[in-house]
T-cell receptor
Framework: EPEVTQTPSHQVTQMGQEVILRCVPI?????FYWYRQILGQKVEFLVS????????KSEIFDDQFSVERPDGSNFTLKIRSTKLEDSAMYFC????????????FGPGTRLTVT | GQNIDQPTEMTATEGAIVQINCTYQ??????LFWYQQHAGEAPTFLSY????GLEEKGRFSSFLSRSKGYSYLLLKELQMKDSASYLC???????????FGIGTKLQVIP
């Protein structure tokens, strides 16, 4: 069964450093998403991406964040100048779109900013 | 706002039926998801409702009333493995933005 994959599973970085979280969505899916979940809190929408551009973004997704689909398979989230409060689990998800609303989530990357 | 309200915790007995309610703001509403999330894992899809009424899928059913801004998830024949958080999530902006509630942590006891 196809699945969304994410690397790394755990990333530790120092405050102020840049990190890139990587995702490989399901191959025939057209819509891609990033969410984060701070420990013990709700899943929060960050951004959706379709046709090589951002479709929607939340107020959390400020200039510190950017997304990219550098090739036909990868979807990345870059966080510039990380802050302590960026420590969270980051989930990538993908969906077919018109024919399927279901979003398939990857296993997540746990980001720890020290 | 994007308020989604659901109980934070529920407890139910193995073999029983439990209903988890969710209310949400109706402005801009497109559809309603339910996801299951076990501790330390990613959410997994359970259901998506866009029309009023009940949709059944095995032991799980989901109901939607668009006019009332109300949904529920019904779990039948509860099993111990159903102990998890159940996330109500509201879709807006076509199918491009999903806002999650805090989730209802369900504990199934013997």
């Amino acid at each position: 069964e196809p699945e969304v994959t994410q690397t790394p599973s755990h990333q530790v970085t120092q405050m102020g450093q840049e990190v890139i979280l990587r995702c490989v969505p399901i191959s025939n899916h057209l819509y891609f998403y990033w969410y984060r979940q701070i420990l013990g809190q709700k899943v929060e929408f960050l951004v959706s991406f379709y046709n090589n551009e951002i479709s929607e973004k939340s107020e959390i997704f400020d200039d510190q964040f950017s997304v990219e689909r550098p090739d036909g398979s990868n979807f990345t989230l870059k966080i510039r100048s990380t802050k302590l409060e960026d420590s969270a689990m980051y989930f990538c998800a993908s969906s077919e779109g018109v024919t399927g609303r279901e979003q398939y989530f990857g296993p997540g990357t746990r980001l720890t900013v020290t | 706002g994007q308020n989604i309200d659901q109980p934070t915790e529920m407890t139910a007995t193995e073999g029983a039926i439990v209903q988890i309610n969710c209310t949400y703001q109706t402005s801009g509403f497109n559809g309603l998801f339910w996801y299951q999330q076990h501790a330390g894992e990613a959410p997994t899809f359970l259901s998506y409702n866009v029309l009023d009424g009940l949709e059944e899928k095995g032991r799980f059913s989901s109901f939607l009333s668009r006019s009332k801004g109300y949904s529920y998830l019904l779990l039948k024949e509860l099993q111990m493995k159903d102990s998890a958080s159940y996330l109500c999530a509201r879709e807006t902006g076509g199918y491009q933005k999903v806002t999650f509630g805090i989730g209802t942590k369900l504990q199934v006891i013997p």
